[in-house]
C-alpha cells in the first residue's frame, strides 16, 4: 500500500483533527488523530493490519499483544492473519498488565502492535509486560507513527506511515499562548 493511499484512508474517515488539544502523553498539539474514525472500517483495519502481519510474517511471532483500547483490535487482526492468539495488557494502577486468562509464556516470541505512536508510552508499557511474563519481543509494529523519530524501544519498528505532526509542551505550546481553547480527546486507557 502506497503512502498516497494511507493518506486517502486517514482523509475518508475523517482521522485527522485540527484545533488545540491534550494529549495522553500531556503534551499539546495542533493536529490529532482519531484512531476510531479509522478503526471503524473494519475494511481500512484489514488492510492496514495487513502491512504488520506481512511485514513481521517470516519473523516466527506466536503471540501478537496491544494495549487497550485501540491496540485489542489490531492484536486481534494482525493475530488473525499470522494464525496465532492476539492478546491485550490492560492499565492497572499505572502499567500494563495482561489479565483476564490472557498471558505469555516464557520463550513466547511476541509481536507487539498499536494504533498511534507519539512519545511511545503505551508501545513500551506492553513490551516491559511482554519480556517481564518471559516472551521475547520481535518487534513492534504500528498503523501511523507520528513521532519525530528518536524513540529507542529496544526492538525494531514498523510503522505504516509516518506522519509529522508537531507536539509541545504545555510552557511552549503556541495555542495556549494564543489562548485558543485546549480539548482532550480520546480516554487515555
Do not use: W
Amino acid at each position: 500500500m502506497l503512502p498516497d493511499e494511507i493518506e486517502k484512508i486517514l482523509e475518508e474517515s475523517k482521522a485527522v483533527l485540527h484545533g488545540h488539544f491534550l494529549l495522553t502523553s500531556g503534551l499539546h498539539s495542533p493536529t490529532y488523530l482519531e484512531k476510531f474514525r479509522l478503526l471503524q472500517f473494519p475494511s481500512h483495519t484489514v488492510r492496514l493490519c495487513s502491512l504488520i502481519a506481512d511485514h513481521f510474517r517470516e519473523s516466527g511471532v506466536q503471540v501478537v499483544a496491544g494495549p487497550t483500547l485501540g491496540g485489542v483490535i489490531l492484536a486481534f487482526e494482525v493475530a488473525r492473519q499470522l494464525g496465532v492468539r492476539g492478546i491485550y495488557a490492560e492499565r492497572v494502577d499505572g502499567t500494563r498488565v495482561f489479565r483476564r486468562g490472557l498471558s505469555i509464556a516464557s520463550g513466547d516470541r511476541v509481536l507487539v502492535v498499536d494504533d498511534i505512536l507519539t512519545t511511545g508510552g503505551s508501545v513500551r508499557e506492553v513490551i516491559n509486560a511482554a519480556r517481564q511474563a518471559g516472551g521475547h519481543v520481535l518487534g513492534a509494529g504500528v498503523l501511523i507513527d507520528r513521532s519525530d523519530g528518536d524513540l529507542d524501544l529496544r526492538t525494531p519498528l514498523f510503522s505504516c506511515y509516518r506522519l509529522a505532526i508537531p507536539t509541545y509542551p504545555p510552557d511552549q505550546c503556541p495555542e495556549c499562548k494564543k489562548g485558543v481553547p485546549l480539548s482532550r480527546p480520546g480516554g487515555g486507557l
